[in-house]
């Protein structure tokens, strides 16, 4: 319940979490697309992003398809899921990272967080393969922008024989040992949904160093026609393949890619250093070894600092305490003043649709739990973090000022 005295002049735009950052070229190549009278899923737009996507990356092939989930589709066909099989999911991420095995009839098994880059731990992964032997797949996101522990991750998959698919639709841009995440699964997809670091409005790629997979996502993506002179089909299809209006806006936005990973970098610097003396740390990083795009700012306040706070399935409450705050009561200052801010993902297993799917943490005595540690009185790693955390406004175009004042209101909510 926002009970705050206003302190300060509520903003006049909107201050939002994440909005697309137009420069003019997309303008260009989507009239280019017009004009031509290519306003369908052909065209050089199509060629060109799919070109430069690749090179930028440093894969061998990226397929342009309508959306990022419908390359996590097609990649977790690639990777050879099927109905029944056991796959091993991040936890605590967007639910369109594991939706796509769940079309095809896999089952998630949802591997906790570390809480060095929050994302999927690799020694609860190590322990889901004692529990699950056979399992061949894992589906791992690299959450905000922020590169997962890749090298312990694969060397886990390697051990046990086990395909990595990688969602890099958060992270763009962002590097892991000197390469671009997408390309440490044996299959990666990004994403150009409208609150990505750069966008087409909509849209996605696989990316792959294999011919055939390339071309098979191309087939499967466009109706799996056959080489006939008649619509023959041998395979299930999709209409998955991009519009070549979207890659006119894609092909605009390539060229900033740095420019907004940059400015996202600014930003995450500015709150840094704005809540020193807080009891709250920023969404953490492997400096050594990674380069994230900071793609949302994320902060994370100190157990001590928390405020009497519950979560219902559906709403929240808590109570307000001197030097003490909450998500909730940050949030809703931040809502009264007109900036968005947004919890952080809840973790899927704690939401209802997989309630019944197991969940592994190693989280207290390192031991490898299920679902029945959460029945009872202990915290996971996900579950904290989404207790503790939320994500910041972070759009490119919030001025520094308007900055200072997210920071002042939310050095007020600890007051
Ligand atoms: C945005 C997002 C997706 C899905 O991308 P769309 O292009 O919106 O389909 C998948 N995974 C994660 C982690 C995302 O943030």
Not at 42 to 67: D, H, M, P
Not at 120 to 125: E, F, G, K, S, T
Not at 177 to 201: A, H, L, P, V
Not at 316 to 342: D, F, H, M
Request: proline fraction near 4%; include cysteine; glycine fraction near 8%.
């Amino acid at each position: 319940m926002f009970t705050h005295d206003k302190k300060f002049k509520p903003f006049t735009g909107k201050v939002w979490l994440a909005t697309p950052t137009m420069h003019g070229e997309e303008l260009k190549w989507m009239t280019d697309a017009f004009n031509k009278n290519w306003m369908s899923t052909v065209g050089e737009n199509i060629n060109e992003v799919e070109r430069l996507t690749a090179a930028k990356i440093g894969c061998k092939y990226a397929v342009a398809l309508s959306c990022g989930t419908a390359a996590l589709h097609l990649a977790v066909k690639l990777a050879g899921i099927k109905r029944g099989d056991k796959v091993f999911c991040s936890d605590m991420t967007f639910s369109a990272t594991l939706n796509p095995v769940v079309y095809e009839g896999g089952v998630p098994i949802f591997i906790d967080t570390e809480r060095d880059t929050w994302n999927m731990d690799p020694v609860a992964l190590e322990k889901a393969f004692e529990l699950y032997p056979d399992v061949k797949h894992i589906v791992m996101a690299n959450l905000y922008g922020t590169p997962a522990k890749m090298d312990e991750l694969r060397a886990v998959a390697d051990r046990h024989g086990a395909v990595i698919v990688e969602d890099a639709a958060e992270s763009l841009g962002a590097t892991y040992k000197g390469k671009q995440t997408g390309t440490f699964g044996d299959i990666g997809i990004i994403s150009f949904n409208g609150n990505k670091i750069i966008t087409g409005s909509s849209g996605g790629m696989l990316l792959t160093d294999d011919i055939e997979q390339a071309n098979k996502a191309r087939k499967w993506s466009t109706q799996s026609r056959e080489a006939a002179p008649w619509y023959q089909h041998e395979e299930l299809g999709y209409n998955y393949r991009m519009s070549n209006v979207i890659a006119g806006v894609i092909r605009g936005q390539l060229p900033y890619l740095e420019e907004h990973i940059a400015q996202k970098k600014a930003i995450y610097e500015r709150y840094k250093a704005g809540f020193k003396g807080l009891p709250v740390v920023m969404n953490p990083f492997d400096g050594k070894n990674s380069a994230p795009n900071y793609w949302l700012s994320c902060m994370l306040i100190d157990g001590d600092a928390m405020c009497k706070h519950v979560r219902g399935e559906m709403e929240a409450c808590y109570v307000k305490q001197s030097g003490k705050s909450c998500p909730t009561e940050i949030l809703e200052t931040l809502a009264a003043y007109n900036a968005e801010g947004r919890p952080i993902w809840k973790p899927m297993h704690m939401q209802p649709i997989y309630r019944n799917n197991p969940f592994v943490t190693v989280e207290g005595d390192g031991r490898a739990k299920t679902n029945a540690y959460i029945a009872g009185s202990g915290v996971d790693v996900g579950m904290d973090i989404f207790n503790r955390g939320l994500c910041l406004p972070s759009d490119n175009k919030m001025t520094a000022e308007q900055q200072d004042t997210v920071i002042n209101i939310v050095r007020a909510c600890f007051e």
